[in-house]
């Protein structure tokens, strides 16, 4: 068991994200602090291998500090625990390292990826660079998670499949631009993308994925070795392979 986390946001906050799927941007760490957590992990997390070997920017939580530090921090976990309760575990990670030139994500819904039932979860999309329209912020179609949306085949992008277009408008989209240290939260079906980075600069972001001890999480899936960790709360069910954080 681990300490609870403390909820914070308000009840019109909290029916805003039900409402709309999605709420933010927040402030975790200000722009100055991340430039200092954005230099350790320019030093020590992209020039590593990780626990994934596939890929070395998804699961770094797993083995670095300042990537679980992050992920964890308390104005991150208030939010998630006033939405998912306070028993929460940390199950996935990604960085999203997209660098000039880089492809676009097409619009998709997350729930079409994971290997978790039932799909449970609450992503945070943090900056680590300055993200802007112009190179690639992360876009959303409120709303969108009121219902499912098939996927096909994309030609061309970030991802093998995207989201039907038939079946959303994207002209319903919003931009997200973020400050190095702010955040957004949303749902496993919120609908999502980014344009190419058609700038000269690169676009850094992390995404920590949570959800709650009742969803069965299947790791071998994801990777030998997956885990998660418990971040808040007891894992009162006790069925999926727990680990402990990082200390280096």
């Not at 709309?20 to 020039?47: D, K, W, Y």
């Not at 939580?61 to 530090?69: A, Q, S």
């Not at 976990?77 to 994500?105: C, Q």
Request: proline share 7%; with cysteine; net charge negative.
């Amino acid at each position: 068991m681990t300490a609870t986390i403390q909820s914070i946001l308000s009840a019109e906050e909290t029916k805003q994200f039900h409402d709309q799927g999605f709420l933010g941007p927040f402030t975790a760490i200000n722009p100055e602090e991340m430039a200092t957590v954005r230099e350790s992990i320019e030093n020590t997390v992209l020039t590593t291998d990780g626990p994934n070997k596939n890929v070395n920017t998804t699961m770094r939580h797993l083995d670095k500090k300042v990537v679980f530090d992050l992920c964890t921090h308390d104005e991150i976990l208030g939010r998630v625990g006033s939405i998912l309760g306070p028993n929460l575990i940390l199950w996935a990670g990604t960085m999203w390292n997209k660098m000039p030139g880089g492809k676009e994500i097409p619009w998709h819904q997350d729930l079409n990826y994971w290997p978790i039932e039932p799909i449970i979860n609450i992503t945070a999309w943090i900056a680590i660079d300055d993200v802007t329209v112009e190179n690639s912020c992360l876009e959303i179609i409120p709303g969108s998670h009121k219902k499912s949306v098939p996927h096909i085949q994309a030609d061309g992008k970030w991802f093998d499949e995207e989201a039907d277009p038939r079946f959303f408008d994207a002209k319903e989209r919003i931009q997200l631009p973020l400050k190095p240290g702010q955040f957004v939260l949303f749902n496993e079906k919120t609908l999502h993308h980014s344009e190419p980075n058609r700038s000269n600069r690169r676009r850094l972001g992390i995404a920590p994925r949570f959800t709650i001890p009742i969803v069965r999480i299947d790791h071998d899936k994801l990777f030998e070795g997956h885990a998660g960790i418990l971040v808040s709360g007891d894992d009162y069910m006790g069925f999926n392979r727990l680990t402990t954080p990082p200390i280096h």
